[in-house]
């Protein structure tokens, strides 16, 4: 990882002895990642960087030259070899014949994949020939907040100029394509002794024949232009100064799961949005400023803060020094309504004949004064990735407005680029989404056989999921797996007694800050007891009905009522039990609990019909493996009841169903796999039994 060093520059980490011993394409990866890692050089995914390396040529064994260049949707953080494009140089100088002009520079995009080299799959992108016409071995294009502030500042040329001489150029703005490849090619060749140049309202390239120099050009540029703005802009108040408080941690929270709901359940009619939080201090302080809402009308700088986060941002009407949730929450459709209504007007006053049609016009991000800022996305990662890039546009409009006067992209431009029919194709190339992507669910006993399978089904089709449990260390054990699995930013977990009314409320408010709200809900937190009649206690009895019964009330209760606020509908899923419909002997309590839960289900159904929310039951029988109920004395006496130990009592339990099968964590998770999803749309108040054939719980 890059690290800060005095002054906040970026430490220069390249190791010669561990560089040295690599290949030159080894070594522009190693170079590549040591770039990525640290967000004041580049934000995730943007920036591209490349070598020109001699190869032998698959097909006739000569030494020929080959660009090697970041490939259409990578990071340079964290790509690997695969990760690169690689094409013929003297191909791509062919292309020079082929080129039409500024007006047909798309066209030359197609050529791309005839310059391959090495059959390589991995497809080139649109940065490709502003690489290739570099007359320089090595090439980084990076986009550091320092430097972008810098290419956003209505004097751009003049601020290049006095930070960096003759040694770093300027060339005005200009859409990145070929044409830019060969605006480029020409500023090399008319200023030798250049080392890189700002490309304005964009970023910054560096160039030199060797690795390690080039890496190095890329730093010192950058640290170079970081002690210049400290020095400019430290007796500067940001962004014009204070206008409005920061409230405190806990109450910046609250308002925040309040508010992340009720947007999402407004901007997720055509598709499920997830939500992410940030008020980190470089938020809080751009939040509460004076020049806040000037500035965020401005819209962002460069194509890659606003293809992620649109133009401009939703500020929401909220005052923290005369905070009035209830007041905000009232007038938040308007708000919604006259963005979309705005981003509407943008689209009609920049299309063009050929534009593709509309994407959605809802905004991305929203900025609350004396809060934070809250980003939805099609997923979690995007959205958290969005606000990251709105934190760089910060950045940047912070020394942007300070030494001068910060500057959007001019709105034409901003669309072609936001509509670009390459843009367009790019995004027409990506795989359909999974049937659960962009929903929320919480799956309580998820630390126990039944809940992590069932999680992990979740996982598997695009879901967000919040494992709730009482034990923590299974909890934790559980969610590393997962993690492992499919990635931090899905998983999530809060130690929560279902038969605490305070944590419940507290593990959805933690859920609405974390993903925006919920969509799913799968009761599945129990526990297991045996015991004649006469020998149950009345604790026995409450401990049952308490988790069993009370427990399912209140995780639906606080459901309901975030799903209601959303107003997107839901699928509430009660894993109960084989037992709920047909008795067993000696478990009085627990067969009485889950009948108990499976007629509160029936009532959830008729209540949350109006609302679209679905509540069905999954009925499992004698599920033994990876079940936490079957670890303790449950397995015991229900061993002792059925006269047979531990090891035959699956084989029992398989035998006495009609399909002689044994019944499977997996086998649950599928079926509540289908009341979550849209297969069972039409569907609630229903039952269904999962018990390989049990006559005595037949519903009919």
Not at 238 to 265: D, N, Q, V, Y
Not at 271 to 288: A, C, I, N, R, Y
Not at 608 to 629: C, E, F, Q, T, Y
């Amino acid at each position: 990882m890059l690290k800060t060093v005095s002054g906040s520059r970026i430490e220069n980490l390249w190791d010669v002895s561990h560089a040295d011993a690599l290949s030159e394409s080894d070594k522009l990866l190693y170079r590549s990642n040591l770039l990525g890692s640290d967000k004041r050089v580049t934000n995730y995914g943007g920036g591209n960087t490349s070598a020109k390396v001699m190869e032998t040529d698959p097909l006739t064994g000569a030494q020929v030259e080959v660009l090697w260049v970041k490939g259409s949707g990578g990071d340079i953080g964290t790509m690997d070899k695969a990760g690169f494009s690689t094409l013929y140089m003297d191909k791509l100088t062919a292309l020079k014949a082929l080129y039409r002009g500024v007006a047909f520079e798309d066209e030359m995009v197609a050529y791309l994949p005839h310059c391959t080299f090495d059959l390589n799959p991995r497809a080139a992108s649109i940065d490709t020939p502003l690489h290739a016409y570099v007359p320089k071995k090595h090439v980084d294009h990076v986009h550091p907040d320092a430097i972008i502030a810098i290419a956003a500042a209505s004097n751009s040329q003049d601020l290049t100029r006095q930070i960096f001489g003759d040694s770093i150029g300027w060339l005005p703005w200009k859409k990145p394509g070929y044409e830019l490849g060969l605006w480029l090619e020409d500023y090399c060749l008319k200023n030798p002794d250049a080392k890189g140049v700002v490309l304005e309202s964009h970023g910054l390239f560096c160039w030199d024949d060797d690795a390690e120099t080039c890496y190095a050009t890329t730093l010192g540029t950058i640290n170079q232009a970081i002690a210049w703005f400290e020095e400019q802009t430290a007796a500067i108040p940001a962004f014009g100064g204070k206008r409005h408080p920061t409230l405190p941690a806990a109450e910046r929270r609250r308002i925040a799961a309040a508010l992340m709901p009720a947007i999402r359940g407004m901007i997720s009619a055509d598709s499920h949005k997830v939500g992410h939080f940030d008020d980190q201090d470089t938020v809080l302080e751009f939040v509460g400023a004076a020049d806040m809402p000037r500035l965020a009308a401005l819209g962002t700088s460069c194509p890659d803060h606003f293809l992620r986060t649109k133009i401009r941002p939703l500020v929401v009407d909220f005052d923290p020094a005369a905070p009035d949730i209830d007041a905000t929450l009232a007038g938040l459709a308007a708000m919604v309504d006259a963005y979309r209504a705005d981003y509407t007007a943008y689209y009609q006053r920049c299309r063009h004949d050929d534009s593709p049609a509309i994407r959605d016009p809802n905004a991305v991000v929203y900025l609350v004064p004396g809060v934070g800022m809250i980003t939805f996305a099609k997923d979690k990662a995007t959205a958290r990735i969005s606000g990251e890039f709105y934190v760089n546009a910060i950045n940047v409009m912070r020394g942007a407005d300070a030494v001068s006067t910060y500057q959007g992209l001019p709105e034409q431009e901003a669309f072609d680029i936001e509509y670009w029919l390459l843009e367009e194709a790019k995004l027409q190339r990506m795989p359909k989404p999974k049937s659960l992507a962009g929903r929320v669910a919480i799956v309580t006993g998820g630390a126990g056989g039944i809940g992590a399978a069932t999680a992990r089904r979740y996982l598997a089709d695009g879901a967000c999921v919040v494992l709730a449990d009482i034990d923590a260390a299974a909890l934790a054990d559980t969610a590393q797996t997962l993690v492992g699995v499919y990635g931090r930013d899905v998983v999530r977990t809060v130690e929560m007694n279902v038969t605490s009314e305070e944590a419940v409320i507290q593990a959805y408010t933690d859920m609405a800050i974390e993903f925006g709200g919920v969509d799913i809900v799968v009761s599945n937190a129990g526990i297991a007891s045996s015991a004649k009649v006469e020998d149950t206690s009345l604790e026995l009895w409450n401990r049952n009905m308490s988790i069993l019964s009370t427990g399912y009330f209140l995780v639906a209760r606080e459901a309901f009522k975030l799903l209601k606020t959303q107003g997107i509908g839901g699928s509430m899923v009660f894993v109960a039990s084989k037992n709920g419909l047909a008795a067993s002997p000696g478990a009085a309590a627990y067969c009485t609990a889950k009948a108990s839960e499976i007629h509160l289900a029936r009532c959830l159904a008729l209540e949350g019909a109006p609302d679209g929310i679905r509540v069905n039951v999954v009925n499992p029988d004698a599920v033994l493996r990876g079940s936490k109920i079957w670890s303790g004395e449950w397995l015991d006496q229900r061993a002792a009841t059925y006269g047979t130990d531990k090891g035959g009592l699956e084989e029992m339990y398989r035998e006495r169903s009609l399909l002689k099968r044994s019944v499977l964590p997996e086998d649950i998770a599928e079926a509540c796999y289908f009341f979550a999803s849209d297969l069972s749309a039409k569907s609630t108040g229903n039952i269904l039994n999962v018990d390989a054939g049990n006559v005595q719980a037949f519903t009919r």
